[in-house]
Antibody, heavy 117, light 108 residues
């Protein structure tokens, strides 16, 4: 079956860039939207943005100035970069697959990223 | 930005009872773009319902979604032990694709 695996540093210093990669195994990255969603500890969900397999992107306005997403179809991976992070960016970051932007039917396991010096 | 307000915050019920969860939007949402998720502790959310009332693959038929405009409902008939969790609604038509704050369904 299709699995999504998030990888990247679990600790990022304030003002630096958070970088995560989601690897898709057991299926193709083509034909789908690929999403990043985060959840601060003990809080609710926030959609960060989506990237189509062709590379078109859509970001939530509050983060759009700090977010970059990319897709590498040859590696079946897509990535998130969030720059100028603060403690408010501490969260579990999930990747997910959807047929339309923003509503993943398949999720990765999530990874906790802590912003701290 | 469309704000989704879920109620109640916590629902205390016994197995076998019916759960009715509400999601109210600050402005009208197309029925095609309203989803419900279930999240258990330490796990990623799981899509239950999309397009207001369509069950995702693997969603038991005791889960049903309904509503239109600004008022949407997730109903769980005959609660099973594995249904006790947090439930989120989400609209995914507008650029912010916002989630509600969640309703916790706990064992009474």
């Amino acid at each position: 079956q299709v699995l999504l695996q998030v990888s990247g540093p679990g600790l990022v210093k304030p003002s630096e860039t958070l970088s995560l990669t989601c690897t898709v195994s057991g299926g193709s990255i083509s034909g789908y939207y690929w999403n990043w969603i985060r959840q601060p500890p003990g809080k609710g969900l926030e959609w960060i943005g989506s990237i189509y397999y062709s590379g078109s992107t859509d970001f939530t306005p509050s983060l759009s100035s700090r977010v970059t997403m990319s897709v590498d179809t040859s590696k079946n991976q897509f990535s998130l970069k969030l720059n100028s992070v603060t403690a408010a960016d501490t969260a579990v970051y999930y990747c997910g697959r959807s047929r339309v932007p923003g509503a993943p039917g398949l999720w990765g396991q999530g990874t906790l990223v802590t912003v701290s010096s | 930005e469309i704000v989704l307000t879920q109620s109640p915050g916590t629902l205390s019920l016994s197995p076998g009872e019916r759960a009715t969860l509400s999601c109210r939007a600050s402005q009208s949402v197309s029925s095609n773009y309203l989803a419900w998720y279930q999240q258990k502790p330490g796990q990623a959310p799981r899509l239950l319902i999309y397009g207001t009332s369509s069950r995702a693959t693997g969603t038991p038929d005791r889960f049903s979604g309904s509503g239109s405009g600004t008022d949407f409902t997730l109903t769980i008939n005959r609660l099973e032990p594995e249904d006790f969790a947090v439930y989120y609604c989400q609209q995914y038509i507008k650029s912010t694709r916002t989630f509600g704050q969640g309703t916790k369904v706990e064992i009474k």
